[in-house]
């Protein structure tokens, strides 16, 4: 059962409430608390991109690696999702696990930052090695072809420069290349085309 405290702290979260946050905390707030949906006040912190806020949390004890009860991703998949390159950089220097893939589709927040063309957290993920061929369980998607098929022709550049891999197909047998045709992608069609060209 959560507390008191935990709720009310995950409310002083969501504001961006730093004093309240830290008068909770001293008062015995649990910061791993997860409320009904699984998810923690951190997670939240990241979903908001409030890099203060994240630090101070870890800083009182909020585990990183925790998962929510739903998804089962961790916090770095929040701040991709949402688009906050700050706060990757922070959880990536702390030890989160960058190749994290979620429960119910397979995606990893390398495949969530190439759907949306996330280029700076892209740059930020290959820099921390996360696997560029891998394939979520839905529909044998790679991050080249989620990054192909909305037609982010920088984040794709980024993504081969890493060797993702042209040839994998989804479970309809489309290349990246047979997508980018299919959706009428004309530059990263003669992109993908010449394995030469960058």
């Not at 015995?28 to 939240?44: C, H, K, Q, W, Y």
């Not at 990183?64 to 949402?82: G, P, Q, T």
């Not at 706060?87 to 930052?113: K, S």
Request: charged share 20%.
């Amino acid at each position: 059962m959560v507390d008191k405290y935990s709720t009310t702290l995950f409310k002083r979260v969501r504001e961006g409430n730093i004093p309240e946050v830290l008068s909770l905390l001293a008062k015995g707030a649990d910061v791993n608390e997860p409320m009904p949906m699984g998810r923690t006040a951190l997670m939240l912190a990241c979903e908001n991109g409030n890099l203060e806020m994240v630090k101070l949390l870890v800083d009182h004890g909020a585990n990183i690696h925790s998962k929510d009860s739903v998804r089962k991703v961790n916090s770095l998949m929040w701040a991709c999702e949402f688009n906050h390159p700050d706060v990757a950089e922070f959880l990536i220097a702390r030890g989160i696990e960058v190749n994290i893939q979620g429960h119910v589709m397979g995606l990893t927040p390398l495949m969530v930052a190439s759907r949306f063309g996330y280029t700076k957290i892209v740059e930020i993920l290959l820099k921390a090695n996360a696997k560029v061929d891998l394939i979520n369980r839905s529909h044998y998607s790679t991050a080249l072809i989620l990054a192909t098929r909305y037609g982010h022709l920088d984040t794709i550049k980024l993504l081969l420069r890493a060797g993702a891999d042209r040839q994998i197909k989804t479970i309809k047998g489309e290349t990246a290349l047979g997508i980018a045709i299919a959706y009428g992608h004309s530059q990263i069609v003669e992109l993908l085309s010449d394995s030469n060209k960058l």
